[in-house]
């Protein structure tokens, strides 16, 4: 009798056992497929549990990109269960490429010029390539504004030699901007003219004291600096020269005349001949495909929702949403969202 009980025991004790290691691992392999899904690859996704956090890096909080971050992220957070969304105000591109590097934002606001350099480890990228960025969405041109203050002795872009100037932030695509309208006129930047480096709120207030000739501003158009320079610090827009716009076409390829039509901005009379490039939203590899998938569906199926909330949105349309892209990697969920829509890349 005891040992049948002694037996019977130790089936029981088995049974028990076995049960509690098929819970155990049914919960294991669960866990295991919600932290893939959420992208918590490297710590650097920015996930939480079921809910992906994506802090967007945009620029200054007179630029254009810092409002559109902040649209996007209410957007975000309101119609996707699984998103948490925030906005943070950077020094600009170059900035925003790092954070995207070293996983402190999940999405970013950037030039194509600064994105291609980043890519491939140009310039001020040199030995610190950003590779694990790709691209969501192609959004609207992004624009050089040379503000000039009148009476500064300014009145055309080949008497900044010698002007006293605000490029834009250090390091920033703006800069870089500057730095190449430098070139395309024959001026040595780094003899020629007197820098000082500052963002667009602290140029303007420059301006308004007449502490500097100009300004570099590079945003959409209209964009509150340029607006605030023009109308309280006595300043003028600059246009480019044919040849000069030439010169940086052939150079940088992505570079596109633009024309900035008289009255975009209050005192501005006629048209404004400058140049522009296309402005991308942009995410790391890391980010999960299904996110990047909501993320873009999201943005491109609610403009008329946001298209009031700033007036650049105007010139969103997403069959230009690829144009420009060339070789540099689309997101995996941002292009399953465009060849459902019939939409490739030129």
């Given amino acids: 009798m005891k040992k049948k009980l ?15 290691c098929s819970s155990g691992g049914s919960g294991s392999e669960s866990g295991d497929s919600s932290g893939g899904d959420s992208g918590s690859d490297g710590g650097s996704s920015g996930s939480d549990g079921d809910v ?5 890096a945009t620029g200054t909080n007179t630029g254009t990109y810092y409002p559109l971050g902040s649209i996007f992220a209410d957007l975000w957070n ?45 310039d001020s990228f040199e030995g610190n390539a950003v590779e694990n960025v790709t691209i969501l969405a192609g959004l609207y041109p992004n624009v050089n504004h040379m503000v000039a203050r009148k009476g500064s002795g300014v009145e055309s872009m080949e008497d900044l030699r010698g002007a006293k100037i605000v490029p834009g932030a250090t390091g920033s695509a703006t800069e870089i901007e500057m730095q190449r309208l430098a070139w395309a006129y024959d001026i040595d930047y780094d003899t020629e003219l007197e820098k000082n480096f500052v963002g667009f709120t602290e140029s303007t207030d420059l301006m308004m004291n007449k502490q500097i000739d100009a300004a570099m501003i590079m ?4 964009t509150a600096a340029v607006t605030e320079q023009l109308t309280t610090a006595d300043g003028m827009l ?36 400058t140049v522009a490039q296309n402005n991308f ?27 009031d909330s700033h007036s650049v949105i105007e010139q969103f349309d997403v069959n230009n949403a690829l144009v420009g892209v060339g070789e540099l990697p689309v997101h995996p969920g941002a292009m399953k969202y465009y060849e459902e829509i019939g939409i490739s890349i030129e």
């Fill in 238 to 273: 600059l246009s480019y020269s044919d040849e000069a716009i030439a010169k940086l076409k052939e150079e940088y390829p992505w570079t596109q005349e633009y024309i900035i039509e008289a009255g975009s901005y209050e005192n501005q009379p006629e048209d404004v001949k």
């Fill in 219 to 222: 945003a959409g158009v209209p």
């Fill in 281 to 307: 939203l942009i995410a790391p590899a890391e980010m999960p495909e299904d996110v990047a998938y909501e993320l873009v569906k999201t943005l491109w199926e609610s403009l008329e929702e946001i298209r």
């Fill in 6 to 20: 002694f037996l019977l025991f130790i089936m029981t004790a088995t049974l028990l056992f076995i049960a509690a």
């Fill in 52 to 56: 992906y956090r994506v802090s967007i």
């Fill in 78 to 122: 309101n119609k996707l269960d699984n998103v948490e969304a925030s906005s943070q105000a950077t020094n600009g591109s170059v900035q925003n490429m790092q954070f995207i590097k070293n996983g402190e934002a999940q999405a970013a606001l950037v030039p194509v010029g600064t994105l291609y350099q980043g890519y491939h480890g140009l």
